[in-house]
Protein backbone atom coordinates (compact mmCIF):
# COMPACT_ATOMS: atom_id res chain seq x y z
CA UNK A 1 0.00 0.00 0.00
CA UNK A 2 3.12 1.93 0.16
CA UNK A 3 3.23 2.76 -3.49
CA UNK A 4 -0.02 3.91 -4.07
CA UNK A 5 -0.01 7.90 -2.85
CA UNK A 6 -3.43 10.13 -1.15
CA UNK A 7 -5.41 12.88 -3.58
CA UNK A 8 -3.02 16.56 -3.26
CA UNK A 9 -5.49 19.41 -2.08
CA UNK A 10 -6.93 21.66 -5.14
CA UNK A 11 -4.66 24.08 -5.71
CA UNK A 12 -5.50 27.56 -6.80
CA UNK A 13 -3.40 29.05 -9.39
CA UNK A 14 -2.34 32.58 -9.17
CA UNK A 15 -2.50 35.08 -12.06
CA UNK A 16 -5.50 33.12 -13.91
CA UNK A 17 -6.30 33.70 -16.90
CA UNK A 18 -4.15 36.16 -19.24
CA UNK A 19 -7.09 38.80 -19.98
CA UNK A 20 -5.07 41.63 -20.29
CA UNK A 21 -3.22 40.14 -23.19
CA UNK A 22 -6.10 38.73 -25.13
CA UNK A 23 -7.66 42.35 -24.89
CA UNK A 24 -4.16 44.35 -26.52
CA UNK A 25 -4.43 41.59 -28.87
CA UNK A 26 -7.44 42.09 -30.28
CA UNK A 27 -7.15 46.06 -30.23
CA UNK A 28 -4.19 45.44 -31.97
CA UNK A 29 -5.80 43.46 -34.44
CA UNK A 30 -8.61 46.20 -34.88
CA UNK A 31 -6.34 48.79 -35.68
CA UNK A 32 -4.74 47.08 -38.00
CA UNK A 33 -7.75 46.21 -39.90
CA UNK A 34 -8.74 49.81 -39.36
CA UNK A 35 -5.53 51.43 -40.68
CA UNK A 36 -6.37 48.75 -44.26
CA UNK A 37 -9.47 49.92 -44.33
CA UNK A 38 -8.81 53.61 -44.20
CA UNK A 39 -6.09 53.18 -46.44
CA UNK A 40 -8.05 51.76 -48.97
CA UNK A 41 -10.86 53.74 -48.76
CA UNK A 42 -8.39 56.65 -49.77
CA UNK A 43 -6.86 54.98 -52.58
CA UNK A 44 -10.40 54.69 -53.91
CA UNK A 45 -11.13 57.87 -53.37
CA UNK A 46 -7.88 59.37 -54.89
CA UNK A 47 -8.76 57.65 -58.53
CA UNK A 48 -9.80 59.83 -61.23
CA UNK A 49 -13.30 59.29 -61.70
CA UNK A 50 -13.62 58.28 -65.70
CA UNK A 51 -16.59 60.41 -67.23
CA UNK A 52 -18.39 58.13 -69.71
CA UNK A 53 -19.46 60.17 -72.87
CA UNK A 54 -22.30 59.51 -74.60
CA UNK A 55 -22.49 58.43 -78.51
CA UNK A 56 -23.33 61.93 -79.78
CA UNK A 57 -20.48 63.77 -77.59
CA UNK A 58 -18.38 60.80 -79.15
CA UNK A 59 -19.43 61.73 -82.99
CA UNK A 60 -19.20 65.43 -82.65
CA UNK A 61 -16.14 65.08 -81.34
CA UNK A 62 -14.69 63.12 -83.76
CA UNK A 63 -16.54 65.27 -86.39
CA UNK A 64 -14.77 68.41 -85.35
CA UNK A 65 -11.36 67.14 -85.33
CA UNK A 66 -12.33 65.87 -88.83
CA UNK A 67 -13.37 69.55 -89.80
CA UNK A 68 -10.03 70.75 -88.33
CA UNK A 69 -7.80 68.60 -90.21
CA UNK A 70 -9.00 70.12 -93.40
CA UNK A 71 -8.47 67.28 -95.57
CA UNK A 72 -11.12 68.71 -98.40
CA UNK A 73 -7.98 71.81 -98.24
CA UNK A 74 -5.40 69.05 -98.91
CA UNK A 75 -7.96 67.52 -101.42
CA UNK A 76 -8.30 64.06 -99.94
CA UNK A 77 -11.87 64.17 -100.33
CA UNK A 78 -12.05 60.30 -100.83
CA UNK A 79 -10.12 60.28 -97.33
CA UNK A 80 -12.03 62.89 -96.02
CA UNK A 81 -15.17 60.44 -96.89
CA UNK A 82 -13.85 57.71 -95.69
CA UNK A 83 -13.57 59.48 -92.08
CA UNK A 84 -16.78 60.51 -92.34
CA UNK A 85 -18.77 57.64 -92.85
CA UNK A 86 -16.42 55.74 -90.55
CA UNK A 87 -17.96 58.25 -87.69
CA UNK A 88 -21.12 57.71 -88.57
CA UNK A 89 -20.70 53.82 -88.33
CA UNK A 90 -19.16 54.24 -85.33
CA UNK A 91 -21.60 56.34 -84.15
CA UNK A 92 -24.40 53.55 -85.35
CA UNK A 93 -22.63 50.94 -83.29
CA UNK A 94 -22.43 52.74 -79.95
CA UNK A 95 -26.15 53.77 -79.98
CA UNK A 96 -27.74 50.80 -81.48
CA UNK A 97 -25.11 48.45 -80.51
CA UNK A 98 -25.50 47.09 -84.34
CA UNK A 99 -22.34 46.07 -85.97
CA UNK A 100 -21.88 48.68 -88.44
CA UNK A 101 -18.01 48.42 -89.52
CA UNK A 102 -17.67 45.22 -90.93
CA UNK A 103 -21.05 45.57 -92.94
CA UNK A 104 -21.59 46.94 -96.47
CA UNK A 105 -24.17 49.33 -96.32
CA UNK A 106 -26.96 46.80 -97.90
CA UNK A 107 -26.24 44.73 -94.85
CA UNK A 108 -26.30 47.35 -91.89
CA UNK A 109 -29.74 48.91 -93.70
CA UNK A 110 -31.19 45.48 -93.17
CA UNK A 111 -29.52 44.95 -89.63
CA UNK A 112 -31.17 48.43 -89.04
CA UNK A 113 -34.53 47.43 -90.34
CA UNK A 114 -34.91 44.54 -88.44
CA UNK A 115 -34.08 46.88 -85.34
CA UNK A 116 -37.72 48.25 -86.08
CA UNK A 117 -35.49 51.97 -86.34
CA UNK A 118 -38.26 54.75 -87.39
CA UNK A 119 -38.41 54.99 -90.88
CA UNK A 120 -37.23 58.65 -91.37
CA UNK A 121 -33.49 57.80 -89.72
CA UNK A 122 -33.15 54.55 -91.14
CA UNK A 123 -33.27 56.61 -94.42
CA UNK A 124 -31.12 59.39 -93.49
CA UNK A 125 -28.28 57.17 -92.57
CA UNK A 126 -28.67 55.53 -95.68
CA UNK A 127 -28.59 57.98 -98.37
CA UNK A 128 -25.90 59.21 -96.07
CA UNK A 129 -23.90 56.21 -96.51
CA UNK A 130 -24.80 55.56 -100.18
CA UNK A 131 -23.55 58.66 -100.74
CA UNK A 132 -20.43 58.20 -99.25
CA UNK A 133 -20.09 54.93 -100.77
CA UNK A 134 -20.27 56.12 -104.09
CA UNK A 135 -17.03 58.80 -103.55
CA UNK A 136 -15.14 56.18 -101.87
CA UNK A 137 -16.04 53.23 -103.82
CA UNK A 138 -17.14 54.56 -108.08
CA UNK A 139 -14.57 57.29 -107.56
CA UNK A 140 -17.24 60.15 -108.05
CA UNK A 141 -15.95 63.24 -107.44
CA UNK A 142 -18.19 65.54 -105.42
CA UNK A 143 -18.56 69.08 -105.87
CA UNK A 144 -17.95 71.94 -102.61
CA UNK A 145 -21.27 71.98 -101.98
CA UNK A 146 -21.95 68.43 -102.09
CA UNK A 147 -19.10 68.45 -99.18
CA UNK A 148 -20.42 70.45 -97.09
CA UNK A 149 -23.77 69.10 -97.62
CA UNK A 150 -22.60 65.65 -96.79
CA UNK A 151 -21.40 66.96 -93.48
CA UNK A 152 -24.60 69.07 -92.28
CA UNK A 153 -26.16 65.43 -92.95
CA UNK A 154 -23.78 63.83 -90.80
CA UNK A 155 -24.74 65.98 -88.18
CA UNK A 156 -27.95 65.98 -88.66
CA UNK A 157 -28.08 62.14 -88.16
CA UNK A 158 -26.36 62.60 -85.18
CA UNK A 159 -28.94 65.18 -83.69
CA UNK A 160 -32.04 63.66 -85.01
CA UNK A 161 -30.71 59.81 -83.73
CA UNK A 162 -29.78 61.30 -80.07
CA UNK A 163 -32.52 60.54 -77.39
CA UNK A 164 -34.63 62.78 -76.01
CA UNK A 165 -34.16 63.66 -72.57
CA UNK A 166 -37.70 64.35 -71.01
CA UNK A 167 -37.46 65.94 -67.63
Not at 8 to 18: E, L, S, T
Not at 50 to 55: A, F, V
Amino acid sequence: MNDIRPLKDVMDIKGAFPSLWVIILILTALAIAAFIYFKKKKIAEEKPVLIQKSPEDIAKDALRLLSEKKLIEKGLVKEYYIRLSDIIRAYIESRYKISAMDRTTWELFQEMRSKRMERMHLDKINYFLEDCDMVKFAKYTPDKKEIEEVYKKAEEIIDITTPKITA
